[in-house]
């Protein structure tokens, strides 16, 4: 079994608000069923649990800086686990690709950035 991924990033044209800082949005996901994991209950929507919570911030972190002061349009990153093996953890996995995702986007963004555990 191989780890299986969905990356989508995307930008938005500026609001005419005044913005207090770069409007950057990162959602990384892990669904249960990526890791041969069927929920009895279903629902559609969940709350993001501590690790997927850390994941988002260490996507967040190193990207954040690499944009350019005054470029204000809202960014969004969303990493989505398709599948998983019980081998490798795919948070480093989820930072390579939104760094990849930006690097080969038409948004400018002074990365790519790499990571490592």
Known sequence: METRWCWLQRYLPPEEKEEAGFPL???YREKTYAARQIPRRFSRERQ???????TMRLIDRPV?????ETYLRE???MSMVLSAD???D??????IGA????SISSI???GPTGSVR
């Open 108 to 110: 400018p963004f002074g």
């Open 64 to 68: 954040r800086p690499l944009f350019p």
């Open 48 to 54: 993001a649990n501590l690790k997927e919570i850390l």
């Open 99 to 102: 760094s990849a995702a930006l």
């Open 86 to 88: 019980k081998e490798n």
């Open 25 to 27: 949005t990162v959602d």
């Open 75 to 77: 960014v969004q990153i």
């Open 90 to 95: 795919p948070d480093i996995l989820a930072m």
